[in-house]
């Protein structure tokens, strides 16, 4: 993929085209029934910069197939409800039963747990990096792949300086290196993007 910026300018439909216009419609597990069921759980959600919440894990999932080339319909469909457990009423169980097993797991394996008393986000964020690194390889590139997107629309969240400042400072020390050992195409998008939002 030439330009990351393209996909910034599409809706979810259009995303939601790209997508299956790369991994079609008879996978296992079905892309296209994770891609109906993120769109279902997250309507009506809006990110911070008031942009439809699906155009996230769409973009997620373009990301890792037209910058990591990763083709795994599992990878997909995790990628695709890597939020579920965190912001809506979907059960991992509920995830097995559709899209088995293992995305299951890298769904739980991606889900951030809520801070404990007088834990902050960004321990929370750094202890999940941690446990990143014991995680499925896969959890690690849909992680990486997450991260980016949150990096390329963070001008626009309305995030305060200070946790800012943080999400980048956990963005370098805690999954930049998880990225280079999983997926170098990703790894050089993730630093450059670092270097272009402390500039």
């Known amino acids: 993929m030439s330009d990351l910026r393209e996909l910034y300018e599409l809706d979810a439909e259009a995303l939601e085209e790209r997508l299956l216009e790369h991994v079609g419609r008879d996978t296992w597990p079905p892309v296209h029934e994770a891609v109906a069921l993120s ?93 990143l690194a014991w995680a499925p390889r896969d959890a690690q590139i849909v992680r990486s792949a997450d991260r980016l997107d949150n990096l390329h629309t963070l001008e626009d969240s309305g995030m305060e300086e200070e946790r800012r400042r943080e999400y980048l400072e956990e963005t370098e020390k805690g999954l930049l290196e998880l990225t280079l050992a999983c997926n170098t195409p990703l790894y050089h998008a993730l630093r450059e993007r670092l270097e272009a939002l402390r500039t």
Do not use: N
Not at 73 to 89: I, R
């Open 39 to 131: 769109r279902r759980i997250h309507e009506g959600q809006e990110r911070k910069d008031t942009t439809d919440y699906v155009r996230h894990p769409l973009r997620t999932a373009l990301i890792l197939v037209e910058l990591a080339g990763v083709q795994d319909p599992t990878a997909l469909c995790a990628a695709l409800l890597h939020d579920a457990l965190e912001d809506t009423a979907l059960s991992a169980e509920e995830i097995e039963e559709t899209f088995g097993v293992r995305t299951a797991d890298l769904v739980r394996a991606l889900t951030l747990p809520r801070p404990k008393d007088g834990q902050t986000w960004h321990e929370v964020c750094m202890a999940h990096f941690d446990k």
